[in-house]
Every structure is written in C-alpha cells, then in structure tokens.
C-alpha cells in the first residue's frame, strides 16, 4: 500500500500493482491473526504486524472488558502493568476514541493535548506522537491500537486509515479469543469449586467437622503452604483416592 507525503494530496488512482499490495496486506494480517488461537497469541501478532508496518516505538493494543479498556499487549516489555492497567472509556486519548470510535492523530506534544491523561507507569506517555483508532466487532466497540513515536511525527491519511483498517479486521478476531478466554478461565473456576467442594466433604468427613470448618482448614493450609487452594484440595482429593486404593476390598 503506498503512503503519501501529505494528508492533503489528493488520491492515487488505484493502479493493479496497488490492488495487488492491498490483496497481499490482506491476505498477511489474515493469515498472522488466524494461527493464533489464545488471546495474547493474537494480540502479540497484531502488535508485531502493526509495529512492523508503522515502524513506531510503541505500540499498544487495550481490550474492552465491561465498562473498561485493559491493557493487554504492548510492543514493549510491561509485565508490571499488562493485564493489569484499566482505563475508563472517556478517559484521556485512549478513552475519547473508544468514547467517539473515532481515531485520533496528534503528530507533537501529545501530553498537552487537552483530552490527555499520564499514566504514570506507562513512559510512552512521554513520547511525542500519539496514533489511537478504535477496534470495532459488528460497529461495536472491542478495543483500542494506540501507536506513539519518540520524536514528532505526521500520520499521513493513508497511515491513519491502514491502522483503522486493522482495527476493523482484527476485531472479530480478539473478540472471539476473548471469548474463549473468558469461556476456559470459568470451566478453570467450575472445576476448582468442584475440587473444593469434594476436599471439604472429605475432611468433614475425616474430621468430623462442619463444612465451614473444613473451608477454613482448606483455607489456612492454602495460606500457610503458599499454595493455591486448588492445589491443597487436589493433593486432599489424591490424598484420600490413594489411602482408598490400600484399603483392602
């Protein structure tokens, strides 16, 4: 896809070798975004795509999840705040654009544009150029790419409308894999209620204890032991399979 020199040159007729780019971004975005299943798979692919084709110092894609964007992948390394950093939709950039699924492109001094909020453990914050379009499944909104430079830099009208055209075609796509995500982080959340639901009825049972009690031991060998407490009622649950086993029949 060709980019022009200024937003304010009009348009290239599209010539065969530029359909043919166009087809060829398509076909690579999709492909990238389709062998990735887990969530962080597809956003750490789109993150690498986009960084890739903008050529910019960072790049951060935030994930709605009920009222709030989640920061869930970044070009550069935050493992103290993805998944954990939240942003309100309408606040600062990121949330105007989420707020008005609208892209916003300010080229220099990003930080005193009127809409800006700091976020004080993000120092891309500090940088220059500011990039934000919104990520939308079915015209409803699913996130927000944000892309920023160190030194002030002009987004053209074709780079704007390239990373809204991304925006666009990946939104299906996190929106499934969040999804799923959510769908497998529950079954997890069924299956150690269910373990500990079956620990608790083998150590009222052992104990003669009621079952709040024997929530409370679950509890406090969790603590002590620094274990989750799936781990403690699954080794109770194997404990009690195993002691089954030697009883003679």
């Given amino acids: 896809m060709k980019t022009q020199n200024s937003s ?20 690579e975005i999709g492909t990238r975004i389709a062998t990735a299943h887990e969530l ?22 935030y994930v709605l999840e009920q009222d709030r964007l989640v920061l869930r992948a970044s070009k550069n390394p935050h493992t103290d705040v993805v998944d954990q950093l939240g942003i309100s939709v309408g606040q600062g950039i990121t949330g105007w654009v989420a707020e008005h699924l609208k892209p916003a492109a300010i080229p220099a001094k990003a930080l005193r544009d009127p809409r800006f909020k700091l976020v004080h453990s993000l120092p891309e914050d500090l940088f220059e ?13 699913v996130g927000v790419i944000n892309v920023q430079h160190r030194k002030p830099y002009h987004h053209t009208a074709e780079e704007v409308r390239l990373l809204s055209m991304i925006g666009f075609l ?48 679950l509890q406090q060998e969790s603590r002590q032991r620094r274990k989750s407490m799936r781990e403690i009622a699954e080794a109770v649950v194997l404990s009690d399979e195993l002691r089954r086993k030697r009883q003679p029949s």
């Fill in 8 to 27: 304010t040159q009009p348009a290239e007729l599209e010539t065969p070798d530029s359909r043919q780019q166009d087809i060829e971004f398509l076909h």
């Fill in 40 to 61: 962080h798979a597809v956003l750490e692919r789109i993150v690498n795509f986009v960084s890739s084709i903008l050529q910019c110092d960072s790049c951060f894609v």
């Fill in 129 to 141: 150029a500011f990039l934000s379009v919104p990520i939308l499944c079915r015209g409803k909104l």
């Fill in 170 to 217: 990946v939104g299906a796509e996190i929106e499934r894999a969040r999804l799923e995500s959510e769908n497998i982080e529950l079954s997890a959340q069924l299956e150690t209620r269910k373990l500990v639901d079956r620990a608790k009825s083998i150590l009222q049972n052992d104990l003669h204890i009621k079952e709040e009690e024997a929530y409370l031991a």
